[in-house]
């Protein structure tokens, strides 16, 4: 009970990744008061290897981390009979960093592996945004590809990756980190004094989870020397491995 209800706090007042680019919108996936472009989950099936070695089916993680959307996660996972299909991540737009330490908390303990991309279902081929999300609403299996994740791997994605038991990034994909900022989805503002100091405390708690799921703490650093509105940086590959941000083959 007190891992879900820091997972609700963290959703009422929590630090959003900052964003380079407009978030592609999509209907809410829930009722009144539901943000759009929500992080939805589902089953994909491709061919051989379509999501790794051996790997031909996965869930997809796809939109904005919100508040709820560890709610989502599990859902889907339940629904899986024992089955531990890896989750390809494709996170965008102002994310909610908070519930995605909380979701690759999930992962960790449900012994799954994570990697970043895209899924492109075959179903949603010329079909405008708001169909497509309705095939994919019901979680699922449909035919699929994964591709490389556009926008790039942000710090979002890589916090729900560092979950996984097993990490890795498609050849060619692009980790981009950003700022962070307070957001209350409460109320509008927050003051300067407690904006410093939860940014200070939600930093350690993120280092803490980066090192114990067997991440070097330097990326937080690395978000820390940015600032909120500071020009996003590219970590080069070479960094991937050296952080354990992917695990070895």
């Not at 706090?9 to 999509?26: F, K, M, S, Y």
């Not at 809410?28 to 290897?49: N, Q, T």
């Not at 050849?171 to 209350?184: E, F, K, M, Y």
């Not at 820390?224 to 970590?235: N, S």
């Amino acid at each position: 009970m007190s891992f879900i209800r820091t997972m609700i706090v963290n959703g009422v007042l929590a630090l959003v990744a900052a964003t380079a680019a407009q978030a592609q919108q999509r209907p809410p996936i829930g009722l009144y008061g539901s943000p759009p472009d929500a992080m939805i989950f589902y089953v994909a099936h491709g061919a051989a290897g379509a999501c790794g070695p051996g790997c031909s089916d996965w869930i997809a993680a796809e939109g904005t981390v919100q508040w709820d959307s560890y709610k989502r996660l599990i859902a889907i996972l339940d629904r899986q009979a024992g089955h531990k299909l890896p989750l390809v991540i494709h996170s965008r737009g102002g994310s909610n960093l908070n519930v995605a330490v909380s979701m690759g908390r999930i992962l960790r303990d449900r012994g799954l592996d994570a990697t970043a991309g895209a899924t492109e279902v075959e179903a949603c081929a010329g079909k405008p945004e708001a169909d497509c999300f309705a095939l994919k609403r019901p979680g699922g299996p449909l035919d699929a590809k994964v591709s490389l994740p556009d926008p790039a791997c942000d710090f979002a994605c890589v916090l729900m990756l560092a979950g996984g038991v097993h990490r890795s990034l498609p050849q060619g994909a692009t980790v981009v980190l950003a700022g962070r900022s307070i957001r209350n989805r409460r109320a509008p503002n927050v003051a300067p004094e407690q904006r410093e100091s939860l940014t200070a405390i939600f930093g350690e708690q993120y280092r803490k989870y980066l090192h114990e799921m067997g991440v070097e703490p330097e990326l937080v650093d690395i978000i820390d020397a940015i600032g909120e509105g500071g020009r996003p940086v590219v970590m080069p590959s070479s960094d991937w491995a050296r952080l354990h941000i992917v695990t070895p083959p």
